[in-house]
């Protein structure tokens, strides 16, 4: 059985960074054709992609997001993070981190997502 968990600071300040981990078991995340994607909701808004890091280490990120985003992996822990820049108050949001298939690009398994706000 996959299993993701998200972890990170639940409190970060308008205009630094927010930092995210998503620790995965019951498969790795170097396996062919997954890859491992961030997900965020908004409260009393829909679903929102923000990226996603490869089995061979690519990275795609949302064009919107782009040039705050960075998703990164430590294979020796089997975790991939995620880390946005310059937060502003519209980034509070909950956060979710998700396997997703490489040829359906359906997401079969998800973490149970974490409260991020952003606050002074």
């Known amino acids: 059985q996959v299993q993701l968990q998200e972890s990170g600071p639940g409190l970060v300040k308008p205009s630094q960074t927010l930092s995210l981990t998503c620790t995965v078991s019951?498969?790795?995340?170097?396996?062919?054709?997954?890859?491992w994607s961030w997900i965020r909701q908004p409260p009393g808004k829909g679903l929102e992609w923000i990226g996603y890091?490869?089995?061979?280490?690519?990275?795609y990120y949302s064009p919107s997001l782009k040039s705050r985003t960075s998703i990164s992996r430590d294979t020796s822990k089997n975790q991939f993070t995620l880390q946005l820049s310059s937060v502003t108050p519209e980034d509070t949001a909950v956060y979710y981190c998700?396997?997703?298939?490489?040829?359906?690009?359906?997401?079969?398994?998800w973490g149970k997502g974490t409260l991020a706000t952003v606050s002074s």
């Open positions: 998700a396997r997703v298939d490489a040829g359906s690009l359906g997401m079969d398994y």
């Open positions: 019951g498969d790795s995340i170097t396996t062919n054709y997954y890859y």
């Open positions: 890091v490869g089995y061979s280490g690519s990275t």
